[in-house]
Structure formats: structure tokens, C-alpha cells
């Protein structure tokens, strides 16, 4: 299960270490694909067979890489916090083009329903016009390298809804 404790520091990274956990994030991330695809504009249907296999392997892959101890060291020894770690995640799934379509918004989906799941909702921004769109400059800065990980991170920890219970923001 996923390190939630109470008390914990907010910002902490989620640790993943049971195989399970992560086997279920990443049931989690190919299902959030799924239904994307079937919500938005695509040209694409699900993967089957081999290619549908060859995503799941490569989902777990980046999520371990971010939720999962490696070699002794824990997220929380490679990441600041949780905003650093859903940056990563969101990096490595977009810039590996997982999917034939849809890794922008699996990707951005993603790391902001993480981010809600470990109680730091973000709100950015979320204009109709692209030029005005935070969700859609944070995720083309990442995937064109325009910012550093580090400087979308804090666009993220800037947005964190502190002190809300209302999640229906996100």
C-alpha cells in the first residue's frame, strides 16, 4: 500500500514498495488512458495483444522508477517531494510516448490525480485559450524541455490548494 501515514509531512513522496501497489497504479494509469481515449478526440482504439502488454510493462517501469525503493534508495531519497516525483512521472511517461495517442493527457491527468490522491490538489489556470492555459503550458514546457523539472514542479507546489477539503477543485 502506498506510505499515507497520518502525520506524515504533505509533500512527502509516495513509496509503492509492495508489488501489488504498484501492479494496481498501474491497472490505474492504463484504465485513466482507456477512458481519455474514449472522452477525447483521438484516432486510436485501445491496444491489444502484444502492444497492450508492451504499455503496461513500460507504465510499471516509469512508476517504479518514481513510487518504488532501487538499489536502497527510496523515493524520498531521489525526490524533494511529491511534486518532484509527479513531475518525473509525468516526464518519463510523455517523453516515452507509451501510448499511439493520448500521452500529454494520460500524463497530465496523472500526475494531478495523484497530487489529489495524497491530499495536495493543484489548481492552475484552466482557460479555454491555449496561450492561456496553465495545464496545457505545463505539459508542452515538459514534453519540449522548455522548463526544468524543477521549475515545473514549483509551478505545481505554487498551485497546491493548502488548507482546502473541497476537492472538487481538482
Known amino acids: 500500500m502506498a506510505d499515507t501515514k497520518p502525520g506524515a509531512h504533505p ?17 490505474a494509469v492504463m484504465r ?53 516525483q509527479v513531475t518525473y512521472v509525468a516526464e518519463h511517461m510523455v517523453k516515452d510516448h507509451i501510448f499511439e495517442d493520448g500521452n500529454k493527457r494520460t500524463s497530465l491527468v496523472f500526475a494531478l490525480s495523484v497530487l489529489r ?16 492555459n496553465q495545464y496545457y503550458a505545463w505539459i508542452q514546457d515538459l514534453v519540449s524541455s522548455r522548463r526544468t523539472n524543477s521549475e515545473l514542479a514549483e509551478e505545481l507546489r505554487c498551485g497546491f490548494v493548502a488548507g482546502t477539503g473541497d476537492l472538487s477543485l481538482v
Open 32 to 84: 485513466l488512458h482507456s477512458t481519455l481515449m474514449t472522452v477525447g478526440r483521438c484516432y486510436t482504439t485501445d491496444a491489444t495483444g502484444d502492444r497492450a502488454a508492451l504499455e503496461l510493462g513500460r507504465v510499471e517501469s516509469v512508476l517504479a522508477g518514481a513510487f518504488c525503493t532501487i538499489f536502497g534508495q527510496s523515493p524520498a531519497d531521489r525526490f524533494a517531494d511529491i511534486f518532484d
Open 11 to 27: 509533500f512527502a513522496p509516495l513509496v509503492l514498495d509492495d508489488a501489488g501497489s504498484l501492479e494496481d497504479m498501474a491497472a
Open 117 to 132: 490522491f495524497a491530499g495536495t490538489p493543484v489548481v492552475l489556470s484552466d482557460s479555454p485559450e491555449p496561450k492561456d
